[in-house]
Nanobody, 123 residues
Framework: QVQLVESGGGSVQAGGSLRLTCAASGDKSYCLGWFRQSPGKEREWVAGTDGDGDPFYAPSVRGRFTASRDNAKNILSLQLDSLKLEDTAMYYC???????????????????WGQGTQVTISP
């Protein structure tokens, strides 16, 4: 089992920045990543990192978001820059829950999610 706790959400104006943090505990995970969900929409994969810390991004956020992880501290971070109105969503930390070197780019292989942290972008 994996426990994930997100923090760092909030409200900012378009063009601004936020930094999200996820504290992971329990079983180690090869893949740690982020998803988001807006009202009326399906949950969307945003970014992922593998066991080596290599990041992967959805096209909609590539170049604006930066994912990183500290394996020693079991912390995953997501730096959100150049925020847009359409980035408004609940952001969820996610983990594979396995040390198997799965594919971490894309929504597959993530089996555990945190409770989420809200990000709201205003004009």
């Amino acid at each position: 089992q994996v426990q994930l706790v997100e923090s760092g959400g909030g409200s900012v104006q378009a063009g601004g920045s936020l930094r999200l943090t996820c504290a992971a505990s329990g079983d180690k995970s090869y893949c740690l990543g982020w998803f988001r969900q807006s009202p009326g929409k399906e949950r969307e994969w945003v970014a992922g990192t593998d066991g080596d810390g290599d990041p992967f991004y959805a096209p909609s956020v590539r170049g604006r978001f930066t994912a990183s992880r500290d394996n020693a501290k079991n912390i995953l971070s997501l730096q959100l820059d150049s925020l847009k109105l359409e980035d408004t969503a609940m952001y969820y930390c996610a983990a594979s829950g396995s040390t198997w070197p799965d594919l971490c780019s894309g929504p597959q292989n993530y089996n555990f999610w945190g409770q989420g942290t809200q990000v709201t972008i205003s004009p």
